[in-house]
């Protein structure tokens, strides 16, 4: 594990709090739109976009809610 300055630390953990994502989501999805504005990775180097109207269960509250193909 990577340890930053206090200052940092607090604003990464507030963003995490905020997007609903752990630590280390936030660290890769900072990083990844850094090296992407910075054009060290191309656009389609990025996870597809969600489909509309289907939610993802790794990033919902009751994730046992979904079977399958991500449906209630």
């Given at each position: 594990m990577t340890n930053f300055?206090?200052?940092l630390e607090?604003?990464?953990t507030t963003h995490a709090r905020q997007q609903n994502i752990s630590r280390d989501e936030?660290?890769?999805r900072i990083v990844r739109e850094w090296m992407r504005t910075h054009g060290f990775?191309?656009?389609m180097d990025e996870a597809a976009p969600p489909v509309p109207g289907k939610p993802d269960p790794e990033f919902v509250q009751y994730p046992g809610y979904f079977k399958g193909d991500g449906s209630l």
């Open positions: 300055p206090d200052d607090a604003a990464l936030a660290i890769q990775l191309d656009n």
